[in-house]
């Protein structure tokens, strides 16, 4: 099960949201995810009876039609609501809480904020900031580097050269994101996004260097604080009698977090240069991301080919 506290959403967003305590601001609830496959953006949203356990916020919208249904059925349903104990109720737009409201929350302990931001602005800020905080995560060994605006992940044996390339990538104007231990979360279902540990936040170790501040050294657009990760490129070092294949028909996927992540393989050897196969791996990728296949072409060609001759 994942959580928060609302304390901590509170002072993470007070400034942005201009967020005031009315009621409750000694109170521990917490806003959490109990299924594994929900996500932050499902645990805030408009005043809802069906899904009484989320942070409810009401708008000019919700305040109308309270309005409009009566005081009695109005008082009503809130006690209904706030008998299932949500996190809290967030007033935005600059609303007055209701009366009904304001006794109904000092009944039942509930939390009570307010906004005076408009209340699809509250919404879609929290969203964005629970499915970062709520998010499943993993920690990945390897590199991780904005090359081309892409996120990639270099990952491979220790030995095999991870750090070089990067040291390479960054000098060719690239940015690292994270070195040796990077975070990874499902920001949405599809999405990994991936940044640093605060302590290793702007070093990589390279052999005989050591810790190299990147920031310090290349400037401030040689680092980055997180990257969507999009391509997993692993460089494997070559055995004697055993050779890669020279065009891999099938393409290769790694799972993280349960998303297929698209995965090269790139074999290690005296005399390549990673960098410009690393590159050209990230350009063919978006090609591909656009629906351009450059295998795929190929084969066509050879298949028109063949029929050709055939007729």
């Known amino acids: ?75 009503q349903m809130f006690q209904d609501l706030l008998g299932a104990q949500p996190p809290a109720v967030i007033v935005a737009d600059g609303l007055t809480p209701p009366e009904i409201l ?56 220790s030995g095999v050269g991870k750090s070089e390339l990067a040291l390479e990538l960054i000098s060719r104007g690239h940015g690292l994101v994270a070195d040796d231990v990077v975070e990874m979360a499902r920001i949405a279902p599809t999405t990994i996004e991936g940044r640093c540990p605060g302590m290793l936040r702007d070093f990589l170790e390279v052999r005989g260097l050591g810790l190299l501040n990147i920031r310090t050294i290349f400037g401030e657009t040689a680092s980055r604080r997180k990257m969507k990760l999009k391509l997993i490129v692993h460089l494997q070092k070559t055995v004697a009698g055993s050779d890669a294949p020279r065009l891999p028909l099938d393409a290769q996927t790694q799972e993280v977090l349960g998303v ?52």
């Open 1 to 75: 099960m994942r959580h928060i506290s609302l304390v901590q959403l509170y002072e993470d967003n007070r400034e942005k949201l201009l967020l005031n305590w009315v009621l409750g601001h000694q109170s521990d609830r917490r806003i959490e995810i109990k299924l594994s496959n929900n996500y932050g953006a499902d645990v805030v949203g408009h005043i809802n009876v069906i899904h009484p356990e989320r942070l409810q916020v009401m708008g000019q919208a919700e305040y109308d039609w309270a309005t409009k249904i009566g005081e009695r059925r109005f008082a």
């Open 102 to 157: 304001v006794d109904a929350c000092k009944n039942f302990n509930t939390p009570l904020i307010f906004s005076p931001k408009p209340c699809s602005a509250v919404i879609d800020l929290l969203r964005i900031y629970l499915s970062s905080r709520l998010a499943d995560t993993v920690n990945l060994h390897g590199v991780f580097m904005d090359v081309l605006g892409m996120g990639v992940l270099i990952t491979g044996d």
């Open 260 to 311: 297929p992540v698209r995965k090269v393989l790139i074999p290690v050897a005296a005399g390549r240069n990673l960098a410009v196969l690393l590159e050209a791996a990230v350009r063919n990728t978006i090609l591909q991301l656009r629906g351009i296949d450059s295998m795929q072409d190929f084969m066509d060609r050879q298949q028109r080919m063949m029929l050709d001759d055939d007729a």
